[in-house]
């Protein structure tokens, strides 16, 4: 008895043209749901063209740009050393009032004489105590630059070769650090995790047209008709998911091609692939899974469409946010970090910036890919366990 049970779960129909059926009926009933292929093809591609414009500064190098009114009462070599400086320097807009600066320098008479004279720094707008800390350190720099400069100058006529000397001294901040970054902490361009995020949101709300295709056939007892055709369980839900599978490659292409050439004409950077395309296929494969897997155990668990819905959204949401899909994860606290490991979101994500952002291969996304995977087969299963009480139930 349960060698013929353990038969009728795994058993595959010989009859292809039910099967053929199925297929074809289950991307009928996607096709004719226009809210869902808007929710699946057009909303994720106007939120990634949206979020890459919006956000574009917020992914870039933080260049500061300080502006900067500089009153000049000393009129000597240094002050005007001083000046241009200050106006070759691209971190410094130099304004010739004091009306819409930041800062106001005042430098005083017999400034170039008298060396226990300060600068006279007044602050106009509402800047925190860190700006003006970096402020001063990369004006001392200038100033400390022009006092070399008149040095220079005064005794060239002793000395040219001492003169150079001075004239060679870099006081800058770059010239005391070499600084590198660690490749993991590299921050995507607002193009990349867009891209990603959509990719992975977008898998993942499946759910809506599966939910009502599933509400449907419980309310008209569909899944108690065809066990009784003899079809296997595990035929009957791999073949209604197969268009969903489907579904989800087409999604990555949109996705991907709207990175490539429809971003860029809202003056953001366009998408840039350094990765393997094989990686990026495993990946997408894996989380197509995941997104089947799961979307499926939800349908089934809920007795109504709404239900499903509402629960796939909760669930997209909060795994969404643990997983850096709403949120990047570079932006989120440590203590919320440490949870993200847990989120398929999050495999899925750091698996794509990977492959845009890292040069990644199939071996260094492998692990997000088969946990991606594993999620998918067990959540899968486990719908398949429920439906067979549906059915057994007589739904």
Do not use: C
């Not at 292809?16 to 297929?23: F, G, L, Q, R, Y």
């Not at 899909?325 to 440490?338: G, R």
């Amino acid at each position: 008895m349960l060698k013929n049970k353990i038969n009728k779960f795994f058993a595959i129909s010989v009859d292809t043209s039910v099967s053929k059926a199925m297929i074809k009926k289950e991307f009928l009933l996607i096709l004719r749901n226009r809210a869902a292929l808007f929710l699946l093809f057009i909303f994720p591609s106007i939120m990634i063209v949206t979020l890459s414009s919006l956000t574009k500064d917020v992914y870039k190098e933080k260049n500061m740009k300080f502006s900067l009114y500089i009153k000049d009462k000393d009129k000597t070599a240094i002050s005007k050393n001083l000046l241009k400086l200050v106006d070759d320097d691209k971190s410094f807009k130099l304004l010739k009032n004091s009306k819409d600066a930041e800062f106001v320098l005042e430098i005083p008479d017999q400034y170039s004489r008298d060396t226990s004279l300060k600068l006279n720094l007044k602050i106009i707008d509402s800047i925190n105590s860190e700006q003006v800390e970096i402020f001063k350190t990369m004006l001392s720099a200038h100033i400390i630059s022009a006092r070399f400069k008149t040095m220079a100058h005064s005794i060239k006529q002793f000395s040219r070769k001492a003169a150079k000397k001075i004239l060679s001294v870099d006081v800058s901040v770059d010239a005391f650090y070499a600084v590198s970054f660690d490749k993991a902490k590299n921050i995507p361009t607002s193009t990349q995790h867009s891209v990603a995020t959509w990719i992975v949101l977008s898998f993942f709300l499946i759910i809506v047209p599966m939910s009502s295709i599933y509400a449907n056939e419980l309310s008209m007892k569909i899944l108690t008709r065809v066990d009784a055709m003899n079809i296997s369980l595990y035929e009957m839900v791999s073949l209604r998911n197969i268009p969903y599978f489907v579904i989800t490659q087409i999604q990555i292409l949109i996705m991907i091609f709207v990175g490539f050439f429809l971003v860029p004409l809202f003056d953001a950077p366009s998408l840039d692939i350094s990765g393997s395309i094989l990686a990026l296929i495993v990946l997408s494969f894996s989380l197509a899974i995941a997104a089947v897997g799961m979307s499926t155990f939800i349908t089934v668990v809920t007795h109504s469409s709404g239900q499903a819905k509402m629960l796939g959204l909760v669930t997209i949401s909060i795994l969404g946010f643990l997983g850096g899909a709403i949120i990047p994860k570079f932006a989120m606290p440590e203590f919320i970090q440490s949870y993200m490991e847990f989120s398929p979101f999050s495999w899925a994500v750091d698996g794509f910036v990977s492959v845009f952002l890292k040069s990644a291969n199939v071996l260094m996304i492998i692990d997000d890919a088969w946990k991606l995977a594993l999620f998918g087969v067990l959540t899968y299963f486990l719908a398949m366990f429920i439906i067979k009480l549906h059915i057994k139930k007589g739904f």
